[in-house]
């Protein structure tokens, strides 16, 4: 006796998505469902294309599919809709579903490098993705990813961003000579902040991640008003003097009522090319400590590698430079850990399906 869809979908109701603790035909995820004869074709339509367990979840559908009676062959194709996170309003930007802020409370952690990487995964993986490089100040992102051309203007005045590495970008860095110093008050900065966000042809978007400078001061409050944030990641290294800051950049940020997606520690420690012996010189899980002491997820930990201050050098960031070295890794699964996030209070407000949708 031929399968029928009912017994599909009820074999798939026992596949469930980890992080959003559901099953995927609750979830709408199904779609498309074909039988012939003996082969079922279905489509697993995800929240986002950088999924942590997408390759499990496609597994995990096939055999429950496949163990039908009545069905030799079970065949998933996986796709990706990335929703916004944050119902669209008047200060939303057309087109783009998720705005993400990556914060720190001091300088010198990294966190341009960890901004300039997670935007590169992130696209890696086949999301559509920009990067704004709000350090009006201090602009080091168009040489972190290759860029020294000035953005085209249209005959409306707005900018296109060029792109590298897959990636839609716009600095204040591009728009003035590099040996130029920005020096700007207040409402300067509110109004660039405001350019970059809303007179950019940016197009389509599932991420536009938003690298702000260090501290708490204006540009994170621009930001912060000028448009619906769907959360900001921190990034600190494992010593207590960042950690510190860090804080205090959460603390800057629940005020504005900006959720917090997650923490990124970064030179969690150093691994050495010759023996293998790790050390870690800044110490190590003050970042993870702190995740868990303010209630906010832990996205991941980068080890020291010279290969990141090389490819920020040079234009290459290390997931395309050098995609197989622990660092590379470690930002990938960052990536998917803050898509991950991001999908889990996105989908706090999808509703329940019993069938799938076309």
Same mark, same amino acid.
């Given at each position: ?10 074999? @798939? =109701? ?25 082969? *079922? ?7 986002? %294309?950088? &999924?942590? *367990? ?14 039908? %009676? #009545? ?10 809709? *990335?929703?916004? =996170? ?6 939303? $930007? ?23 990487? $997670?935007? !590169? ?23 972190? @990813? ?42 300067? +900065? ?23 400078? %260090?501290?708490?001061?204006? !540009? ?12 900001? /990641? +921190? ?35 150093? @691994? &050495?090319?010759? &023996? ?34 090389? #490819? ?5 960031? /290390? ?16 990536? =998917?850990? @803050?898509?991950?996030? $991001? ?16």
């Amino acid at each position: 006796m031929a399968v029928t869809q009912e017994q599909v979908l009820s074999a @798939l =109701r026992s596949v469930a998505d980890p992080d959003l603790k559901r099953d995927i035909v609750s979830l709408g995820f199904i779609k498309d469902v074909r039988i012939e004869g003996e082969t *079922v074709d279905f489509t697993i339509e995800l929240t986002t %294309p950088a &999924c942590p *367990v997408r390759d499990q979840m496609k597994s995990q559908a096939e055999d429950a599919v496949a163990a039908l %009676p #009545g069905v030799k062959e079970a065949r998933a194709t996986m796709t990706a809709n *990335v929703r916004p =996170r944050v119902p669209p309003s008047a200060e939303s $930007i057309p087109g783009i579903r998720n705005v993400v802020a990556v914060g720190a409370g001091k300088g010198g952690v990294g966190k341009t490098t960890a901004a300039v990487n $997670i935007a !590169v995964a992130l696209s890696l993986e086949g999301a559509r993705v920009g990067l704004i490089d709000g350090d009006i100040y201090g602009p080091n992102v168009p040489q972190m @990813l290759g860029l020294d051309a000035p953005p085209e203007v249209t005959a409306e005045r707005r900018l296109v961003p060029p792109q590298a590495h897959g990636v839609k970008v716009v600095s204040m860095g591009m728009l003035v000579p590099p040996d130029q110093a920005v020096i700007w008050r207040g409402p300067m +900065l509110h109004s660039a902040v405001r350019q970059f966000l809303h007179d950019v042809e940016w197009g389509e978007l599932d991420y536009l991640v938003v690298d702000l400078p %260090p501290g708490t001061g204006d !540009v994170s409050l621009s930001m912060a008003q000028s448009v619906p944030l769907a959360g900001a /990641i +921190l990034v600190t290294t494992p010593q207590g003097v960042s950690v510190s800051d860090v804080r205090k950049a959460a603390a800057m940020f629940r005020q504005l009522r900006v959720p917090i997606l997650g923490v990124i520690e970064n030179m969690s420690h150093f @691994l &050495c090319g010759h &023996c293998g012996e790790r050390t870690d010189i800044f110490g190590h899980g003050g970042g993870q400590t702190m995740a868990e002491t303010l209630g906010i997820p832990f996205l991941g930990d980068i080890p020291i590698d010279t290969s990141v201050r090389i #490819g920020g050098d040079e234009g290459r960031p /290390i997931v395309v430079a050098a995609p197989d070295v622990a660092a590379a890794r470690a930002f990938r699964g960052v990536a =998917r850990q @803050l898509a991950a996030q $991001i999908s889990i209070q996105t989908a706090r407000t999808l509703p329940l399906v019993n069938a799938p949708q076309s």
